[in-house]
């Protein structure tokens, strides 16, 4: 996929049909700033913008990812080289290793989650009637525009939001019972996060924010310090561990964020857009660390992501919109390259707004 052709058609398409950069972005509710990222080639628009960027510019999606019109006449070769190219650029060629294990415990059931907003005059319903399981060793994705409720999901199952009704089961305990005083002690026991920003402490360097979590758990130092050595050679970070979160880079923020969530052995890891604010290439090393600590670290972990390439990596993915779980998809046999194709075909099918050719 070449981002700086895809920009230029982009700006060319919006001269064509005599819009300047802020008109566009007037429309999409977006800053100049995007839009003037997006022609440059320096960013992409955001996926939920596809169908309507393409509805806008009178193009087809394939041609917004290819950068140029498509005639007729080889439509289909092109839609398929486009595919091809997007999925091998984003998520590389390998071939996924297929592990089910239809018998492994569940760790964590949510039965009927409701979640109400009440405000003064409104009440918001972020969250209608949710219900799914995730079993111990899957990668299992949620994925949904802006404003679908996913972090108020993923919030109250971490037990920072309360649920307005429904029931939720961290490895057999009912959330909801459990004391107030005992939610922290919960969090470190069961869960680890791996959040957007905020992740790591400023004021302790990458190793010392690891053994803080290994502490809290009073972990031994000797076995903490073992368990961390072994855990950033794994996740390439020894030669960062002196340093302090400031001075490394949002991808190398990210792997010591996993280094951490995964030190203490948790449950389930909850991810909430852990790639958004990092560039292709660390978003890529990021996700291909979170299938690495599944394969080999039996870690099980539920992903927040608005975005179709971050859920191809997945084993299952549920998708949200206006706070219901609209579809599901299970990776079956499939490589990540197929799986991806069938993740927008879904989209298209909820959304009704991908033109897709397949
Ligand atoms: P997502 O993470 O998918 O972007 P959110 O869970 O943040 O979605 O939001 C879902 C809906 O709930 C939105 O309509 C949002 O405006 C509303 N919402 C989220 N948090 C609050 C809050 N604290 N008070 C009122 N409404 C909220
Ligand atoms: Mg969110």
Redesign the pocket.
């Known amino acids: 996929m070449d981002q700086k052709k895809i920009g230029s058609f982009i700006a060319a398409r919006r001269k064509d049909i005599g819009l300047t950069q802020s008109q566009l972005a007037e429309k999409f509710g977006i800053t100049d700033k995007a839009i003037s990222k997006w022609e440059t080639g320096k960013s992409m628009p955001d996926l939920s913008l596809f169908g309507p960027l393409c509805d806008l510019l009178h193009i087809t999606l394939n041609e917004l990812l290819l950068g140029e019109f498509i005639s007729d006449e080889n439509l289909k070769e092109k839609s398929n080289q486009v595919l091809f190219e997007v999925v091998t650029s984003w998520l590389g060629k390998d071939q996924w290793e297929l592990k089910t294990d239809s018998l492994a415990p569940v760790v964590l059931s949510l039965k009927n989650i409701q979640k109400v907003?009440e405000?003064e005059n409104t009440s918001?319903v972020?969250v209608k009637d949710v219900s799914f399981d995730v079993a111990k060793g899957s990668f299992v994705g949620i994925m949904?525009a802006?404003?679908?409720?996913?972090?108020?999901?993923l919030n109250m199952i971490a037990t920072i939001d309360k649920m307005t009704s429904g029931l939720i089961e961290i490895d057999g305990y009912n959330i909801a019972e459990l004391p107030e005083n005992d939610l922290a002690a919960f969090r470190r026991e069961h869960l680890g996060f791996v959040f957007q920003e905020y992740n790591l402490l400023d004021i302790l360097t990458v190793y010392e924010n690891i053994e803080l979590a290994l502490t809290i758990k009073q972990t031994p130092i000797d076995s903490a310090k073992e368990t961390i050595d072994d855990l950033s050679k794994k996740l390439d970070i020894s030669n960062i561990l002196d340093k302090f979160p400031y001075e490394i880079s949002g991808g190398q923020r990210q792997r010591c964020a996993c280094a951490r969530a995964i030190a203490t052995n948790p449950s389930l890891i909850l991810a909430d857009e852990p790639t958004g604010a990092l560039d292709s290439i660390s978003a890529k090393r990021l996700l291909e660390t979170f299938t690495m600590l599944v394969r080999e670290y039996s870690a099980t972990i539920l992903m927040?992501t608005h975005d179709a390439l971050s859920a191809s990596y997945c084993d299952k993915i549920l998708f949200?919109q206006d706070?219901e779980i609209k579809a599901s998809l299970n990776r079956d046999k499939e490589n990540k390259q197929e799986f991806f194709t069938k993740i927008l075909d879904v989209m298209a099918k909820i959304t009704g707004g991908i033109n897709y050719v397949s």
């Open positions: 907003y405000t918001t972020a949904g802006s404003g679908s409720g996913k972090t108020t999901l927040v949200m706070g």
